[in-house]
């Protein structure tokens, strides 16, 4: 009988865990709008609205969700209400488990991705360090908007270039084999340009890495004198029908995917591609100790938090790696690819300078190409030193172990992790945001049903989240109390984002109770003495 294979047995291990696990996490506070967005969006496909689709098809929240392209919530919602039918899940645990799901389906494309240029089982090291990272395994749960587009921009590139390898490879098995990777390329762009209009960016960098291949391919020609690869040699016709098709295609997916769009779709996509590129949010961001506006950030915020929240051996692995890959003919187009595919959106954030909040999560469709470099900067330093299995072994635990340690001490709060460049998670407290989308209340307002639950909550924020936690309990909205129109006794939840805690009026109530991991504080239960 033959051994599972390792990356049979990375996924069964990371799927186990998230089997066990997924209820601990609260709800994050963009989640219960965007669910309430899944629910309605589904009446936009009744053939009464086809011509004339109501607001009332985007949820209780029209005016920002028409923004985000539905298909991952249309994809997604039977089955997560196949999961609420069958093992009588609470919505929000279902949709967590779901979009756990959507996770590991972009750990398994990343996994295609790498398998390009590293072994199979080199491959599998990198797919481990990248689901390892604690900041991903922490918004694999909560985060329904920026984990499914990675997921589903994953999956443009990975059927992108496969629809090209179909189209150089000196033998195709069949015209309809490369029909059929054609549809699947265009049906995956359009799934991911129907999530973010970011999303055609995937079939830009696969008709650049076609340019290059074809470039290189001349070079080679003319010099070695060898006739170039059919897709060269192909008639101009049918080159020019194929790529018309793969891009009509995606178009076609996108449009049927996303009803903001069924009326005057020009004019729409350019309001949302505007919206996206300079969201004008002024959301209250901690950073360095200081208070800044979303659209006031310091260029240098990008940059220090993919510093300071990716694990330590993230950086020097993935230079390594690109420079190994870029010093490699073999390598070199793909070495291209992904500084591209990681630079192009990067320079536009240094040079433009959005609005950013959150950390880089809206960004992380562009981290995978850093994974990629990881891999082969742990293949350059096998290379070098020329270790024993057994060392490759230990080596390995090594790189992973900062990631496992920082997902076993911070959940179920993983995506709070700052590495030691900071001193950690607690020493981060107060000068960078941790648990910005509140997902403490869950843990907060069900130690408060469990002790004294007779007793009125006020809510400093976010009532709509407290309000999914709060069976049982009397919740009330603090904005208009004052210290002195409280009953003696009150609880109020705090939450620490952007020291909300310590600028409010009720500052110097004493503390029942805090919530959080390693001496940083997310939620605070207070009493009125």
């Known amino acids: 009988m033959k051994f599972i294979k390792p990356h049979h047995l990375l996924f069964l291990i990371l799927a186990l865990a998230g089997l066990l696990t997924f209820r601990a996490y609260g709800q994050s506070w963009d989640e219960p709008l965007f669910y309430n967005y899944a629910a309605a969006i589904p009446a936009a496909y009744q053939p009464a609205n086809w011509l004339n689709v109501p607001e009332s098809v985007y949820g209780s929240s029209a005016e920002d969700h028409k923004q985000y392209g539905p298909a991952y919530l249309l994809l997604a919602r039977p089955v997560e209400q196949t999961l609420v039918f069958l093992f009588r899940l609470e919505e929000g645990d279902a949709w967590h488990l779901?979009?756990?799901i959507g996770f590991l389906l972009a750990l398994a494309f990343?996994?295609?991705?790498?398998?390009?240029?590293?072994?199979?089982?080199?491959?599998?090291?990198?797919?481990a360090f990248f689901a390892l990272q604690p900041i991903f395994w922490g918004h694999a749960f909560i985060n329904p908007k920026d984990i499914p587009f990675m997921s589903a921009f994953l999956a443009a590139m990975v059927f992108g270039l496969n629809w090209l390898d179909s189209l150089a490879a000196e033998k195709q098995k069949s015209k309809t084999e490369a029909l059929a990777r054609l549809m699947v390329a265009a049906l995956a762009l359009g799934v991911a340009s129907a999530i973010r209009v970011i999303g055609p960016l995937a079939g830009i960098?696969?008709?650049?890495?076609?340019?290059?291949?074809?470039?290189?391919?001349?070079?080679?020609?003319?010099?070695?004198?060898?006739?170039?690869?059919?897709?060269?040699?192909?008639?101009?016709?049918?080159?020019?029908?194929?790529?018309?098709?793969?891009?009509?295609?995606?178009?076609?997916?996108?449009?049927?995917?996303?009803?903001?769009?069924?009326?005057?779709?020009?004019?729409?996509?350019?309001?949302?591609?505007?919206?996206?590129?300079?969201?004008?949010?002024?959301?209250?961001?901690?950073?360095?100790?200081?208070?800044?506006?979303?659209?006031?950030?310091?260029?240098?915020?990008f940059p220090q938090m993919l510093a300071l929240t990716l694990t330590l051996p993230t950086w020097p692995l993935a230079l390594i790696g690109f420079v190994r890959m870029t010093f490699r003919r073999e390598t070199?187009?793909?070495?291209?690819?992904?500084?591209?595919?990681?630079?192009?959106?990067?320079?536009?954030?240094?040079?433009?300078?959005?609005?950013?909040?959150?950390?880089?999560?809206?960004?992380?469709?562009?981290?995978?190409?850093?994974f990629i470099f990881v891999a082969h900067g742990i293949e350059e330093i096998n290379f070098r030193i020329k270790p024993a299995p057994m060392l490759r072994f230990a080596f390995a635990l090594l790189i992973l172990l900062p990631g496992l340690l920082g997902i076993l001490r911070l959940h179920p709060y993983e995506y709070t992790y700052y590495n030691m460049l900071t001193g950690g998670t607690g020493s981060a407290f107060r000068a960078y945001e941790t648990d910005y989308w509140l997902t403490c209340y869950r843990e907060a307002l069900t130690w408060a049903r469990q002790n004294q639950p007779e007793t009125p909550v006020y809510v400093q924020r976010e009532m709509h989240l407290a309000q999914i936690y709060g069976d049982g309990l009397t919740l009330l909205p603090l904005g208009v109390e004052t210290p002195e129109s409280l009953p003696a006794g009150a609880r109020l939840l705090f939450s620490t984002r952007a020291d909300l805690d310590i600028r409010s009026v009720f500052r110097n109530f004493p503390i029942e109770k805090a919530f959080g991991r390693e001496n940083a504080d997310f939620c605070l239960l207070k009493r009125k003495p």
């Open 98 to 100: 779901v979009n756990f």
């Open 205 to 301: 960098l696969v008709i650049g890495y076609e340019a290059i291949s074809n470039a290189e391919r001349r070079i080679r020609s003319k010099e070695h004198k060898f006739s170039p690869s059919p897709l060269l040699s192909s008639s101009h016709s049918s080159f020019i029908i194929q790529h018309f098709a793969f891009i009509l295609c995606s178009i076609l997916v996108m449009f049927l995917l996303w009803p903001f769009l069924w009326q005057n779709p020009l004019t729409r996509l350019l309001e949302v591609l505007t919206h996206m590129s300079d969201n004008p949010t002024e959301l209250a961001v901690l950073f360095r100790g200081q208070l800044f506006r979303a659209n006031e950030m310091p260029v240098r915020y």
């Open 332 to 370: 070199r187009r793909e070495a291209l690819l992904y500084a591209l595919w990681f630079g192009l959106v990067t320079a536009y954030i240094l040079l433009q300078t959005p609005a950013v909040y959150d950390g880089f999560r809206h960004f992380f469709f562009i981290i995978p190409p850093l």
């Open 110 to 127: 990343f996994r295609s991705l790498a398998k390009r240029t590293l072994p199979p089982n080199l491959a599998t090291v990198a797919t």
